[in-house]
């Protein structure tokens, strides 16, 4: 994790100095604003959506009379929202996809390097988990004492993480090869082409 932290300072240096470089800050700095509005409702729809599904499991638990206390159910939103921040560190190539797609940039403004290696930092982590999933499965057949559904569960969480943090990374190429738009569909491209045409 410090060396994500330390990756991620490296990426906020690199950002600073291309901007202080950069002459189209007009544009740059529109396609920032956008960036940072469309990251922050996803990020608040998630914490809510999070909010949500910790409620309803405690609504279930009392339901089911099962009841536990507040402290506890506290305990449980923290561990939740801890969780959802684990997954906002894991999508950080995410704003830089969608700052190439609103600058319509074909720049390559983080290298090859960094972000296949902060990616595969960021895949250490889960990797870990997955294998000592993989043994406690192994051991909870000699003696019962995992649950199998919370293994499968976690195993499949940390494989899906996985494998989205390999599609950023991919789009993150895409990107900087083609430009921005290239993972929108052909009909999008059209209209915005069509629109930039219309106000020129």
Request: net charge positive.
């Amino acid at each position: 994790m410090v060396v994500a932290f330390l990756l991620l300072l490296r990426l906020l240096q690199l950002t600073a100095s291309a901007r202080s470089r950069d002459r189209n800050r007009k544009s740059l700095l529109f396609a920032e604003e956008m960036t940072l509005i469309v990251i922050a409702c996803l990020y608040a729809a998630g914490a809510k959506f999070t909010l949500l599904v910790a409620t309803e499991k405690r609504r279930l638990d009392v339901a089911l009379l099962y009841f536990s206390s507040v402290e506890s159910w506290y305990h449980s939103i923290y561990n939740d929202f801890k969780s959802y921040a684990g997954l906002i560190l894991d999508g950080f190539l995410l704003p830089q996809i969608l700052l190439n797609m609103f600058s319509k940039s074909k720049q390559k403004a983080l290298s090859c390097s960094f972000y296949i290696g902060t990616t595969f930092v960021r895949l250490l982590p889960h990797a870990y988990d997955l294998y000592c999933n993989l043994n406690s499965v192994y051991y909870s057949m000699l003696q019962v004492s995992v649950s199998p559904v919370q293994c499968f569960v976690s195993a499949a969480w940390d494989v899906t993480i996985f494998w989205g943090l390999l599609l950023l990374a991919a789009i993150i190429y895409l990107q900087q090869k083609f430009d921005g738009h290239c993972i929108l569909p052909s009909r999008l491209r059209q209209l915005e082409s069509y629109s930039e045409e219309f106000h020129s």
